[in-house]
Nanobody
Framework: VQLQASGGGLVQAGGSLRLSCAAS????????MGWFRQAPGKEREFVAA????????VYGDSVKGRFTVSRDNPKNMVYLQMSSLKPEDTAVYYC???????????????????WGQGTLVTVSS
């Protein structure tokens, strides 16, 4: 599956942004879908994920209560709604896919096999 993230940009602290991930090649209903991010000089970290069925979601501690991940399987799209943004949310955000039929989507980077090019989110203070 090929993944393309979009929707990044410059936003002020406290603002909102919605990222989109368009998938092609295969149906995303076969995959858990996740978002990771990587800030300059830091390791890539888990942000959020939705199970293949869409009925289970998990979030990284730093974004809980502020970010919402969702998916539209018929449209082959995944979204990340980000609210109450902070300067520390500044990073390149990546859409990714993991194979598996577990109920809960994985959070480890090694479980994700398909990666798209990222989209840059910059939050100004």
């Amino acid at each position: 599956v090929q993944l393309q993230a979009s929707g990044g940009g410059l936003v002020q602290a406290g603002g909102s942004l919605r990222l989109s991930c368009a998938a092609s090649g295969r149906k995303i209903s076969l995959y858990h879908m996740g978002w990771f991010r990587q800030a300059p000089g830091k390791e890539r970290e888990f942000v959020a994920a939705t199970s293949w069925s869409g009925d289970r979601t998990v979030y990284g501690d730093s974004v809980k209560g502020r970010f919402t991940v969702s998916r539209d399987n018929p449209k082959n799209m995944v979204y990340l709604q980000m609210s109450s943004l902070k300067p520390e949310d500044t990073a390149v955000y990546y859409c990714t896919a993991a194979v598996g039929m577990a109920v809960v989507p994985p959070t480890r980077i090694g479980d994700y096999v398909h990666w798209g090019q990222g989209t840059l989110v910059t939050v100004s203070s």
